[in-house]
């Protein structure tokens, strides 16, 4: 029996260059965004570019939070909600690298 066993399964091949990255295209909305949180959008710049810098998971779990709401009571109350939170996610960030 030799020493050194060979898996053919998981063998390394020859080194090859990476190829390049390529650059990510722009940001497309892929959540259709509440009238009402697009007219808070409206209001505040903040807020959306924050809205765009998170995940897509993200930004769906927000916008079902507010289609969710059975109201438009509920629905606006909802999407003020998600404003506040957003201004403060960009608040915090921006106190983060104000520190770093």
Not at 47 to 70: C, H, N, P, Q
């Amino acid at each position: 029996m030799s020493a050194a066993l060979s898996y053919p399964r998981f063998a390394v091949s020859s080194p090859v260059a990476p190829a390049a990255p390529t650059p990510s295209p722009a940001p497309t909305p892929s959540v259709v965004i509440p009238a009402e949180l697009a007219a808070l959008f409206e209001e505040s710049t903040k807020a959306k570019s924050t809205f765009y810098l998170l995940d897509e998971y993200d930004r769906v779990g927000f916008v079902k939070y507010i289609e969710l709401a059975t109201t438009t009571v509920a629905r606006e109350r909802r999407a003020a909600i998600v404003a506040a939170s957003l201004i403060g996610l960009a608040a915090s960030a921006a106190a983060n690298a104000a520190r770093s």
